[in-house]
T-cell receptor, first 116, second 112 residues
Framework: GAVVSQHPSRVICKSGTSVKIECRSLDFQATTMFWYRQFPKKSLMLMATSNEGSKATYEQGVEKDKFLINHASLTLSTLTVTSAHPEDSSFYIC????????????FGPGTRLLVL | GDSVTQMEGPVTLSEEAFLTINCTYTATGYPSLFWYVQYPGEGLQLLLKATKADDKGSNKGFEATYRKETTSFHLEKGSVQVSDSAVYFCALSNARDDKIIFGKGTRLHILP
């Protein structure tokens, strides 16, 4: 089946620095990628929808200047957490939809971010 | 390691039929269990959840009961509608590391 990778799988950074997380579809083209955040002991929250070649669509309450999303190609989307703070520590997951249709969605393994 | 297995789709039903989507899990400890739904063209949404054994999660006419003895969390709805057509994902999150693990998803088609 289709594979989605994320890099890095785990990152620890100091408060105030920026962190970039990559999401790649390894064997298919993805016009749409989604970014999710999971808070401790809670369910997944959709942060934004990323479409190749256009600006991301952010969910209500998600700061677009804080969480920069770039979808530069059909196989790569990046999420940059700018000026990270401890409250940004979380588990970030991306998913990608195949070019052929929205129904098939594949999830990345997630990235654990810890901001000290 | 922890894992989630759900029935393969697609599942095709007529409107007002009874729905069951099976989900079983393997996990150490006492995970929280979730059902997520993805409507066409949209991202994942939480449908319902249960955090301990015998809890029943419910929302929009859907319900699922956390059965520790059978390690199951089957999704049910008494009377489906065309608007329920979507992909449904069963998932677990273990308190040990908060990582969420998804099943592969079950596509549901409801015919009018």
């Amino acid at each position: 089946g289709a594979v989605v990778s994320q890099h890095p799988s785990r990152v620890i950074c100091k408060s105030g620095t920026s962190v970039k997380i990559e999401c790649r579809s390894l064997d298919f083209q993805a016009t749409t990628m989604f970014w999710y955040r999971q808070f401790p002991k809670k369910s997944l929250m959709l942060m934004a929808t990323s479409n190749e070649g256009s600006k991301a669509t952010y969910e209500q309450g998600v700061e677009k200047d804080k969480f920069l999303i770039n979808h530069a190609s059909l196989t790569l989307s990046t999420l940059t957490v700018t000026s990270a703070h401890p409250e940004d520590s979380s588990f970030y997951i991306c998913s990608a939809c195949e070019l052929a249709g929205y129904e098939t969605q594949y999830f990345g393994p997630g990235t654990r971010l810890l901001v000290l | 390691g922890d894992s989630v297995t759900q029935m393969e789709g697609p599942v095709t039903l007529s409107e007002e039929a009874f729905l069951t989507i099976n989900c079983t899990y393997t996990a150490t400890g006492y995970p929280s269990l979730f059902w997520y739904v993805q409507y066409p063209g949209e991202g994942l949404q939480l449908l319902l959840k249960a955090t301990k054994a015998d809890d029943k999660g419910s929302n929009k006419g859907f319900e699922a009961t956390y059965r520790k003895e059978t390690t199951s969390f089957h999704l049910e709805k008494g009377s489906v509608q065309v608007s329920d057509s979507a992909v449904y994902f069963c998932a677990l999150s273990n308190a040990r590391d908060d990582k969420i693990i998804f099943g592969k998803g079950t596509r549901l088609h409801i015919l009018p």
